[in-house]
């Protein structure tokens, strides 16, 4: 069936770089790929954190940059998503920071859509996956791959090869080692998007988290998958949606479906589109999902709805939650494709 969406490519998109959470992280690192599936462990150790020593600069990361003058953006962005406290905290902390010409690489739409007060939880989550906590120079990963845990849980994939460091495969370190007071900087080309697992895995803003689908996706062996090069576009239920199956059908019939590997699959599928669709390219009418079937979008107002193979249909509560490999819509109810 032809799709009715207009596919755009997909975009790196975000405001990123210089936050964490007071969280502390492990350094572990494996030459794996950077976002292993939900319940994957690391075996080979990440190259060790040097001890932070005596800080020379005077000014911490926050005035580093302000200084700086090249990252107004950024700031802009640590700011809005209520991090300025922590990074100038004591640390240390590695920030990966891409500077106002990295930004100028972004869809404005989207950069403008995660300044908003809704955003301010994937803004956060994608902050905090360009810092590690320790003081890591570029001597500790020059001639080495690994792949540290971020402030955020999830795994950058570093390459010091070459006389180089590149993140993820694409993202070049410009300048590295800038001293602040509570840690060092490295200012990067580019930005930064975990994987649609690893957004899912983290998100939480408090009403909405993705609990059970990440449950789900463990369960179905699609982690890897949905961690993998993409692109993709994700309906993704919320806990409540799946509590709103579960009550609907029962609690035996619901963990049969968990237990049930191909159906479970053929449920998770239904709930993906094979491209990059944001939500100003969405049109109403039916497209075809990864599992085979289709759904059809219908728009009334502000409303856009999702109907499936039941009477009711879902609604989209939040869009554009960006990934490295795709982009994410918040959506109330699981959808469930036709046939057994």
Do not use: W
Not at 173 to 199: C, F, M, R, Y
Not at 249 to 255: E, Q
């Amino acid at each position: 069936m032809k799709s009715i969406f207009s596919v755009p490519s997909l975009l790196a998109a975000v405001s990123l770089g210089l936050i964490t959470a007071a969280c502390s992280s492990s350094d572990d690192s494996t030459g794996a790929p950077p976002n292993p599936a939900p319940g994957a462990t690391s075996t080979t150790p990440a190259p060790t954190p040097t001890t932070a020593p005596t800080p020379t600069a005077s000014r911490d990361i926050v005035d580093t940059a302000i200084a700086n003058g090249s990252f107004k953006t950024l700031v802009g962005a640590v700011q809005g998503a209520g991090l300025e406290a922590t990074l100038r905290g004591p640390g240390p902390f590695t920030v990966f920071a891409p500077n106002d010409a990295a930004f100028q690489k972004l869809p404005s739409f989207l950069l403008a859509k995660l300044v908003t007060e809704p955003y301010k939880a994937e803004l956060g989550l994608i902050l905090k996956y360009h810092v590690l906590s320790g003081s890591v120079k570029a001597a500790d990963v020059l001639g080495k791959t690994s792949s540290p845990a971020t402030v955020g849980g999830a795994r950058l994939a570093i390459d010091g090869n070459g006389g180089k460091v590149v993140i993820n495969g694409m993202t070049n370190v410009s300048t590295p080692d800038v001293a602040a007071s509570n840690g060092i900087i490295h200012v990067i080309d580019g930005v930064l998007l975990p994987s649609i697992v690893d957004t899912a895995v983290g998100y939480d803003d408090g009403t909405t988290k993705f609990s059970t689908l990440v449950t789900a996706v463990t369960a179905a062996d699609l982690g890897s998958t949905l961690s993998g090069p993409g692109t993709f576009t994700v309906f993704a239920p919320t806990d409540k949606a799946f509590a709103d199956l579960k009550m609907a059908l029962g609690d035996t019939a619901f963990n049969a479906i968990l237990a049930d590997k191909p159906k479970l699959q053929k449920i998770l599928k239904y709930h993906v589109l094979a491209s990059t669709v944001y939500a100003k390219d969405v049109a109403p009418g039916k497209v075809a999902t990864v599992e085979g079937g289709s759904i059809t979008i219908a728009a009334s107002g502000s409303d856009v709805t999702i109907a499936d193979a039941t009477p009711a249909k879902a609604k989209i509560l939040l869009t554009d939650l960006p990934n490295r490999n795709g982009v994410i819509h918040v959506i109330d109810k699981v959808l469930l494709p036709p046939g057994p």
